[in-house]
Each structure stands twice: as C-alpha cells, then as structure tokens.
C-alpha cells in the first residue's frame, strides 16, 4: 500500500475556539498533519522557523504580530513554507498586501471546512488561493492585473518609451519576473549574480515607475511587454 505524502501545517490563532476548530478539521485528513500550534504572533514564527512546515496557516490580527508581518518574514528566510492568511475581513488592500508579501492564499473565516481542506491541498500544490478560488500562477498574475483601478498609471511611462529605455537583458529579467521567480531563480536562469539582478530590477523599477515586483509586473501585463504562459501543475 502506498504510504500518504502528508502535508505538516502549523496554525496560528488567538481564538480558542476557533483554533481548536481547525485543528478538529485537519486532524480528520490523512495527508494533513499539524505539527505546531500558536496563540500568537511570534510563538507561530518561531515555530515556522523551527519546523519548516509546508503551510503556515495565520489569523492577521493577532495580540502582538500582525499575521501580514508573519507572511513578510517567512518570505524573508526563504523557509519553503507556504503562507495562507485566514482572516474574518474580506478587504481587496489587505489582500495585495498580503500577496505583495509572500502570501500564497487569503481566505475568509466564514470558509466551508471542506472547502478550506481542499485550498490548503491546492496551496501544497503550488496554486494561490483568493478567498473561494483556487488560481495558477498565471491566473493569479491576471487578477493582480484588474485589481489595479487604484493603481494610477495615468501618471506612468507610456509603453513606447518603456519598451524603448529597456535594455534586453532588464526586458529578461522582467519576463523571469512575470514568471514569479525569486533573484535567486533569474540569476541562475541568465546565469548571472545575484547582486546584478538586484541591480536590473532596481533599474527596471525606475524605468517603469514603479515600487515592487508586483507592480512592475501588473503594469508590464497592462501595456503588453511581457506574456503569461501557463505552468504545468502537479496532478
């Protein structure tokens, strides 16, 4: 008989009851396994660090650590953790803060128990989760594109003028980019240091008039200077 690939959890809630909810949920899954529980922010972190668990389930509110910072810290160690955020407030800014963190999913508390079983299968796999939708990398990177009515590009570089400033090689980076590739990804993709990476997107940044790595991909997809193509995902 085939032994289940179990997916290590810990779960992070100042609520009780709540908690102890979740853990009654994945406790009944034989490919889900809680390897930690925290009732605050900085007990769950540490525990992340610790533990290196696949998915790293977190309330945002919490007493003393924002779970919005616990998604930028986990991103910052390059843990492997996948991040979901589980909150009561189903808000669009909280939701490209989170994403523009690291976040791998944002779901509402109000979430069906198996339906939020089969989103952290699907977080395991390497899609996103946004609130009831189970998205790819490709449609992820298109719904970051409509939520941009507040984001001005009015006041951009127009398209012309972008396409003409890019060199080749900061147009590469940019298509790695639109792939959501970490520095460390491009650089061995172009075979290139990690330090000269750094350098292309700050320079990219400046070009496009941007502040991140999401805008400057969100506004490269709006003006047609980069391509999605789908990823193969894991049956």
């Known amino acids: ?9 810990v779960i992070i809630d100042d609520h009780p009851l709540f908690r102890q909810g979740l853990e009654d949920v994945f406790r009944l899954e034989n490919d889900l396994e809680i390897v930690g529980v925290a009732s605050t922010g900085q007990e769950g972190l540490s525990l992340i660090k610790k533990l290196r668990p696949h998915i790293g389930i977190t309330d945002v509110n919490l007493p003393d650590l924002s779970g919005l910072i616990i998604v930028k810290e986990v991103a910052k160690a390059r843990l492997g953790t996948k991040m979901v955020l589980l909150t009561a ?15 791998r999913g944002y779901i509402t508390k109000d979430v069906q128990p198996f339906d939020l079983v089969e989103q952290i299968r699907a977080v395991a796999k390497g899609y996103y989760i946004i609130s009831d939708k189970i998205l790819t990398h490709r449609e992820f990177i298109e719904w970051l594109a409509l939520q941009t009515n507040s984001y001005n ?9 972008v396409v003409s400033s890019l060199s080749p090689r900061e147009m590469e980076v940019l298509n790695h980019l639109s792939q959501g590739q970490s520095n460390k990804e491009i650089a061995r993709q172009m075979g290139i240091s990690h ?16 502040e991140d790595r999401t805008q400057a991909v969100v506004f490269a997809l709006q003006h047609g200077l980069v391509r999605m193509h789908p990823l193969e995902t894991k049956e």
């Open 1 to 9: 008989m085939m032994e289940v690939q179990r997916i290590s959890l």
């Open 89 to 103: 407030y189903d808000d669009l800014a909280q939701k490209l803060g989170a994403f523009q963190m690291g976040a």
């Open 153 to 161: 590009i009015e006041d951009k570089p127009n398209e012309v003028t």
């Open 195 to 210: 330090q000269t990476v750094k350098n292309h997107l700050a320079s990219l940044f400046r070009k496009l008039g941007v």
